[in-house]
C-alpha cells in the first residue's frame, strides 16, 4: 500500500510539474517587453498595427466550452495567403509575433496566432502538449479561413510544442485550403520528450512513473502520452511539410527531427541549421530563416 501511494503521489507531481509549470505566457506585457528586447523591430511594427487597429483579438468556445483567444492582423494588401502560427510550451501567442512578423512584414501574408490552453487569454489548466491543441488549431484555420475570405491559401507554423502541434495537426484529414506545413524544433511524441526530461531531470527510468503518469493523464484529459505522436501522425501527412531544427538543440534533440522527416512522407523538406539551439533559429538567422520559408511557401502558395 505504501508504494502504491507512493507512485500515485509521483505520478500526481509528475503530471502537474510537466503540464502545469510556472507559465510566463500569462504575462501578457512581460511577453510584449521580452519580444521588443530580442526582436527590437517587431516594437515599431506591433506600435503600427495598434495605432491602425489592424492587431485584432478573436475569441472562440470549443466543443468543451473552452474560451480560447487568438491574434489576427490582415495583409498590408490584400490577398488570401494566410498562416497560422502556433506557440511553443510555456509561451503565448505574443512570443511568436516575431513569425508573424516574418509572414505579415516580409512575406505579405494575412496571419492569426492562438494562445493554447493554459496560455495567454486562452482558458486551460495545464498544457495539452499539441495532442489536445491540434483540433483547436484545426478550429482555429477555420476561423482563419472565415476571417481572411473563406478562400484562402494556408501554411501552418510552429515551433517546439507548436511544431509537435502543427505535425499533430497534419496527420489529420485537411482542408482543400490548407497547402503546407512548417515545423520548426517540434518532438517526435510526449513519451520521448517527457522520458528524455525525466531521465535527465531526476535520473529515473521510464518505468514505471512515465506509465503511471500517462494513465493519469488520460484519466485527468483525456489523452495518454504514448498516443501523443507527431511521428504517427506525420506518416500520414501527404501535404508538403519543412522540417527546421538546430544542430546544437539539446531539449528537443536533433535526432528527433532525423526520425520525423524519414517518417514523413514527400513532399517534404529538411533544414538543421548550424550552431542553433532550441528555438533559436529564426533569432539567429532571421534574413537565412525568412528566405528559407519564402522559398518553400512559394512552391505551393501562389
Request: charged share 20%.
Amino acid at each position: 500500500m505504501v508504494l502504491v501511494v507512493l507512485l500515485w503521489s509521483a505520478s500526481s507531481f509528475m503530471l502537474d510539474y510537466s503540464l502545469s509549470p510556472a507559465n510566463r505566457g500569462k504575462d501578457l506585457q512581460g511577453s510584449w517587453e521580452y519580444m521588443f528586447q530580442n526582436y527590437p523591430e517587431l516594437e515599431a511594427w506591433r506600435d503600427s498595427l495598434v495605432q491602425a487597429g489592424a492587431l485584432k483579438d478573436t475569441f472562440i468556445y470549443a466543443p468543451d466550452e473552452a474560451r480560447l483567444h487568438a491574434y489576427f492582423v490582415a495583409a498590408p494588401q490584400p490577398t488570401s495567403k494566410t498562416a497560422v502560427i502556433v506557440h511553443g510550451y510555456t509561451d503565448n501567442a505574443i512570443r511568436m509575433m516575431m513569425i508573424g512578423y516574418l509572414y505579415n512584414k516580409n512575406l505579405g501574408y494575412n496571419i492569426l496566432l492562438p494562445d493554447l490552453r493554459y496560455s495567454g487569454l486562452s482558458d486551460g489548466e495545464a498544457f495539452q502538449m499539441g495532442w489536445l491543441d491540434r483540433k483547436d488549431v484545426m478550429q482555429w484555420m477555420d476561423v482563419a479561413n472565415e476571417i481572411f475570405g473563406d478562400s484562402t491559401r494556408m501554411v501552418v507554423h510552429g515551433i517546439s510544442m507548436g511544431g509537435a502541434t502543427t505535425m499533430m495537426v497534419s496527420g489529420e484529414p485537411q482542408p482543400d485550403y490548407v497547402k503546407c506545413f512548417v515545423d520548426d524544433c517540434g518532438y517526435t511524441s510526449v513519451w520521448d520528450q517527457f522520458g528524455k526530461e525525466l531521465k535527465e531531470q531526476f535520473s529515473l527510468p521510464e518505468f514505471p512513473l512515465m506509465h503511471t503518469a500517462s494513465w493519469l493523464c488520460d484519466w485527468k484529459y483525456g489523452w495518454n502520452f504514448s498516443e501523443a505522436s507527431a511521428l504517427e501522425q506525420v506518416k500520414k501527412c501527404q501535404l508538403p511539410m519543412l522540417f527546421i531544427h538546430g544542430d546544437k538543440d539539446d531539449f528537443v534533440p536533433t535526432w528527433m527531427v532525423y526520425d520525423l522527416y524519414e517518417a514523413k512522407p514527400e513532399p517534404k523538406e529538411l533544414w538543421v541549421v548550424p550552431d542553433a539551439d532550441h528555438a533559436t533559429s529564426y533569432k539567429l538567422n532571421k534574413e537565412a530563416y525568412t528566405e528559407k520559408v519564402k522559398q518553400f511557401t512559394d512552391k505551393y502558395i501562389q
